[in-house]
């Protein structure tokens, strides 16, 4: 059963940094692109930042230059640098893969979200 943990989140000031982590795990073949999204109270879930295997990235307006998504290919893992926390960067995270296994062929899996928020 492939699985998407993540962590890292929790409570910082503005201004802070926090680096969220999300891996796979279970009998893996391949993994495809992998992204982060996030949802705040009474919003829509949003794509936050993706990286191809190659390892191109791309990011939301409102994060470009304050955010780094990167991967390990060999951990099956993929990060979120964030610095220069906003208040208005509350939100659950979550990440996301399109993930080549035994189990399923190729599927889209979510991980369980990890919290972030940032006081002013």
């Known amino acids: 059963q492939v699985q998407l943990v993540e962590s890292g989140g929790g409570l910082v000031q503005a201004g802070g940094s926090l680096r969220l982590s999300c891996a796979a795990s279970g009998i893996i073949f391949s993994i495809n692109a992998m992204r982060w999204y996030r949802q705040a109270p009474g919003k829509q879930r949003e794509l936050v930042a993706d990286?191809?295997?190659?390892?191109?990235?791309n990011y939301a307006d409102s994060v470009r230059g304050r955010f780094t998504i990167s991967r390990d290919n060999a951990k099956n893992t993929v990060y979120l640098q964030m610095n220069s926390l906003k208040p208005e960067d509350t939100a659950v995270y979550y990440c996301?893969?399109?993930?080549?296994?035994?189990?399923?062929?190729?599927?889209?899996?979510w991980g369980q979200g990890t919290q972030v928020t940032v006081s002013s």
């Open positions: 996301n893969a399109l993930i080549r296994s035994v189990s399923r062929g190729f599927a889209d899996y």
């Open positions: 990286i191809t295997t190659k390892a191109n990235t």
